[in-house]
């Protein structure tokens, strides 16, 4: 069952270049020049009169939230906030008609997610659900809604999930873009097209497990670690970290790169590793400062770049590269040498990585 991998952990990640084809499947139609999601077209009215979104999720679809801000923001031109479930809920927000409430869960069942969609809609909100299991809980809650079409996720640690996700809320972007006339019919083309490249580009990141066992191998036994990003990929960094602490046990943080100044650079010394995402475009000359600031305090950097880069190859201690692709695209890139980082180190840990301890897949009790 587990597909001649040793952990679903491993076999998710790398069913990751199907799962996303199978998410746009039908309703990325780039030769119709269309995005068609049912979910949205019976409800379009809400959506572009809405004054904001406002997303709720918990844990990593929090962080497809996140991503999912930056995306809604840049190209669909809609304010967006994102909230994890649990402080929503209890800090009496104020919800309105006008707002359009997006919960993103791949279990359809978290409660305080759950919760969070009951409140909206009391407030009278519309609430839209992104969801992997069918018929879940918060897939019936919710007003509509797009399914990931991820398959079953069985490794508690998400992934597979994350990257479907992200492409769901894209599309949703996209789509939204193209119809409140935000985009040009050329620029919302050359999205659909380059999203069509993204499961043979997961596939070419892939191809870097072998480098990355070695990189696991030099960082086991650390004992804290940092993730940087900035813009798209600060998300990533944040879902780095998360995805280390749960399956090896380490401590991790992620952080935006440019709040390093404010405190945690700290912490650097000769036994921190740190992993930055420096891809191009997205700020680049400003990761390569923050890396060189590491540098001169004696971090350790292992650092996700675009094929082809010399500059940060030249700074840093171990590189990853990723193929290149529209910036707001590099997340479900730049996700996948993090997923096996955690992976390889958890391995080699002699960690359960598809039950980490103290964790469940789906967390019914708030
Ligand atoms: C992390 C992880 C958890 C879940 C969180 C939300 O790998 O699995 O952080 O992401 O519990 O779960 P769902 O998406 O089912 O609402």
Known sequence: EKGGYDHFMLKEIYEQPRAILDTYRGRLLADQGLIRMAGIDEHLEKFLNANRIIIVACGTSWHAGLVAEYIFEDLARIPVEVEYASEFRYRNPVITDKDVLIAISQSGETADTLAAIKMAKEKGAFVFGVCNVVGSSIARETHAGAYTHAGPEIGVASTKAFTTQITVLTLMALKLA?????????????????????????????????????????????????????????????????????????????????????????????????????????????????????????????????????????????????????????????????????????????????????????????
């Open 178 to 366: 193209k119809e409140k006339g935000v985009f040009s019919q050329s620029k919302f083309h050359e999205f659909l097209t380059e999203l069509e490249t993204i499961p043979a580009k997961v596939e070419k990141a892939l191809e870097s497990n072998a480098l990355i066992e070695v990189i696991a191998n030099v960082y086991k036994d650390s004992t804290n670690c940092l993730y940087l990003g900035r813009g798209y990929n600060f998300p990533v960094a944040l879902e780095g970290a998360l995805k280390l602490k749960e399956i090896s046990y380490i401590h991790a943080e992620g952080y935006p790169a440019a709040e390093m100044k404010h405190g945690p650079i700290a912490l650097i010394d000769e036994q921190m590793p740190v992993f930055v995402i420096a891809t191009k475009k997205g700020h680049y000359e400003k990761v390569v400062s923050n890396i060189q600031e590491i540098k001169s305090r004696k971090g350790k950097i292992i650092a996700i770049v675009t094929e082809g880069d010399t500059q940060v190859r030249e700074l840093a201690d171990h590189v990853v590269e990723v193929p290149e692709t529209l910036e707001s695209l590099t997340p479900l890139l730049t996700t996948i040498p993090l997923q096996l980082l955690s992976y390889h180190i958890a391995v080699m840990r002699g960690c359960n990585v598809d039950q980490p301890r103290n964790l469940a897949k789906s967390v019914t009790v708030e």
